[in-house]
């Protein structure tokens, strides 16, 4: 059980990017990099103990400064969609980077996603990396001076557990999450539409056609977005549904069930082919799950591959997207002096 690191090389204005690699006793096995908290790679086990890695992504970091899909990264300071780019905070009006046509998405121009962290090994616990940073009050538009600890564990049940913590000096927005797209057949093996996927939910948001919520929910009932049990990803994913249509697929918020329960199941993906299964636990209120339907093609991956369209899925825990402008959903906005604290973990085991 170790953590070890190797330089990983420098922003375009000479900062020194650093790889970690997170290892349990099982093999299991996370490499993290200091620039956006990017999970670079997971290798985890299958059925007959043959290890892969689990997570699209780049063996360079060249390519993470180019990139546009978000391969693994840390998502803030808010995750997912803001309408129109504003929101209002003790009735003063804030306006962010329109990145996303006239919204707003995952933080902005230079997100999270995009600034180097500071990292620090955590000596009392195996395999323990917290990566802070200080999000300046004005930063793309957001209030408040904002000191973000997020601690990534590969733990002894082959589990990456992703604890996010910050304060800030003023009333501020957060909302932040992870962005690994995982494909449990191996991030070179294909297409996700085999895998089946479990959500525990009843109700999902419906979108705009600009994958906004507009505040309505929706029951997921005889609606291609019902994954109450385990569902093939692909079976539903052409449908002309609407909400399907607007997406391009699926890329839609669901509520979950488990009322910040870490120990109750939100979500499940099986993977039949190879036997991995990956539970995600969460405290956060829901989850976007994202099929990958833009990615294209024109990225080339760890190891050459060639990423095509739904190469890999993502399991967004989250508040609400557009939560700060649709007041019936719970609030992602901090207060001062307030603590954000949520924790989400992937654990992976074999049928």
């Known amino acids: 059980m170790s953590v070890s690191k190797r330089s990983f090389g420098k922003t375009n204005d000479g900062i020194e990017i650093e790889l970690f690699t997170l290892e349990n006793s099982n093999g299991v096995k996370a490499e993290i990099t200091t620039y956006g908290g990017i999970v670079v790679s997971l290798n985890v086990p299958d059925k007959n103990g043959k290890f892969d890695d689990v997570v699209l992504g780049y063996d360079k970091i060249e390519d993470y400064f180019k990139g546009t899909s978000f391969f693994g990264a840390l998502i803030g300071r808010c995750g997912n ?34 600034v180097v962290w500071t990292a620090k090994i955590i000596e009392a616990s195996d395999n323990t990396l917290q990566l802070s940073y200080l999000s300046k009050d004005g930063e793309e538009g957001y209030p408040g001076n904002l000191n973000v600890i997020v601690t990534y564990v590969i733990t002894s049940d082959n ?16 909302n932040l999450t992870n962005h690994s797209y995982f494909n449990l057949s191996g991030h070179s093996s294909g297409d996700i539409l085999k895998h089946k996927l479990m959500i525990n939910s009843d109700n999902f948001t419906v979108n705009d056609k600009y994958s906004i919520p507009t505040g309505e929910l929706q029951a997921v009932d005889s609606t291609p977005l019902n994954f109450k049990t385990l569902t093939a990803v692909g079976s539903n994913i052409n449908s002309d549904y609407e909400q399907i249509q607007f997406g391009v697929g699926y890329d839609h918020n669901w509520m979950l069930n488990t009322n910040g329960n870490l120990n109750e199941k939100a979500a499940q993906v099986v993977d039949e082919i190879s036997g991995r299964v990956m539970d995600v636990y969460t405290t956060k209120p829901a989850v976007q799950f994202y099929s990958g339907n833009f990615i294209n093609g024109s990225d080339i991956g760890k190891d050459g591959t ?36 949520h924790t989400t973990i992937y654990k992976f085991s074999a049928l």
């Open 81 to 114: 969609r803001i309408e129109n780019s504003t929101f209002k905070i003790n009735n003063t009006e804030y306006n962010v980077a329109k990145n996303e046509g006239e919204n707003h998405l995952h933080g902005g121009i230079k997100g999270f996603d995009k």
């Open 159 to 174: 589990a990456l557990s992703i604890n996010y913590s910050a304060v800030s000096d003023k009333d501020t927005l957060i």
């Open 306 to 341: 060639n990423y095509q369209k739904r190469a890999g899925l993502c399991l967004e825990t989250q508040y609400v997207p557009n939560a700060v402008n649709l007041k019936s959903f719970d609030s992602p906005i901090l207060k001062a002096g307030d603590e954000y604290n």
